[in-house]
């Protein structure tokens, strides 16, 4: 089955500069990956996805890129701003599969 | 209704009874996920539903854990004979797209087993 590792598990940043969370999987024939904010308390909320047909995806302050060759995608998240702090998941799946693979998450706090 | 809808939100039982968890999904959405979370981790596959049978229940840790979905709407996830190594938040998602679509998820329901 897929396997997806998260890097890294916390990570802090002062407010206005850039946060960059990393993830890889193995399964080559995954195909699409999603990235889900969850504050405290809260539900997962999908943010930003990518598709394995483009390499890079930006919407506003968020983008993600992915590297189909190496089998990783990152979460580039700029101008950061304390609302931004939360725990951020990202996830696999393939059009064939059932179901999707999650990271750990990484604890991300904005620091004002 | 306008998210997924889970009750109850928080449920507190002893060790050994018997839990129901249900979930209601986005109208119209006929996949159906549960996962489970723990404590500083990502969620856990449990089961897929596509319409009113079970796709795929290969996260199911043992058979004291069932779910179904006889409308293919609600969905209720049984846990017989709970173990305090349940204790969890379970999470229900919907999704128009099944596996390669946005994924709409509940605020979950938190077991404890004391």
């Known amino acids: 089955g897929e396997n997806v590792e998260q890097h890294p598990s916390t990570l802090s940043v002062q407010e206005g500069d850039s946060a960059v969370i990393k993830c890889t999987y193995s399964?080559?024939?995954?195909?699409?990956f999603p990235w889900y904010k969850q504050e405290l308390g809260k539900r997962p909320q999908l943010i930003i996805d990518i598709r394995s047909n483009v390499g890079e995806k930006k919407d506003q302050r968020i983008a993600v890129t992915l590297n189909k060759t190496a089998k990783h995608f990152s979460l580039h998240i700029t101008e950061t701003q304390p609302e931004d702090s939360a725990v951020y998941f990202c996830a696999a799946s393939k059009e064939t599969g059932n179901q999707f693979y999650f990271g750990t998450g990484t604890s991300l706090t904005v620091i004002p | 209704g306008a998210g997924v809808s889970q009750t109850p939100s928080n449920k507190v039982t002893e060790k050994g009874k018997y839990v129901e968890l249900r979930c209601d999904p986005i109208?119209?959405?006929?996949?159906l996920y549960w996962y489970r979370q723990s404590l500083g981790q990502g969620p856990e596959f449990l089961i897929y539903?596509?319409?009113?049978?079970?796709?795929?229940d290969s996260g199911l840790p043992n058979d004291r854990f069932f779910a179904v979905r006889p409308e293919g709407s609600v969905s209720t996830l049984k846990i017989q004979r709970t173990e305090r190594g349940d204790s969890a938040v379970y999470l229900c998602?919907?999704?128009?797209?099944?596996?390669?679509?946005?994924?709409?998820f509940g605020e979950g329901s938190r077991l404890t087993v004391l």
């Open positions: 109208s119209g959405h006929t996949a």
């Open positions: 539903f596509q319409g009113t049978g079970a796709a795929d």
């Open positions: 399964d080559s024939a995954s195909n699409y």
């Open positions: 998602a919907s999704s128009l797209q099944g596996s390669t679509g946005e994924l709409f």
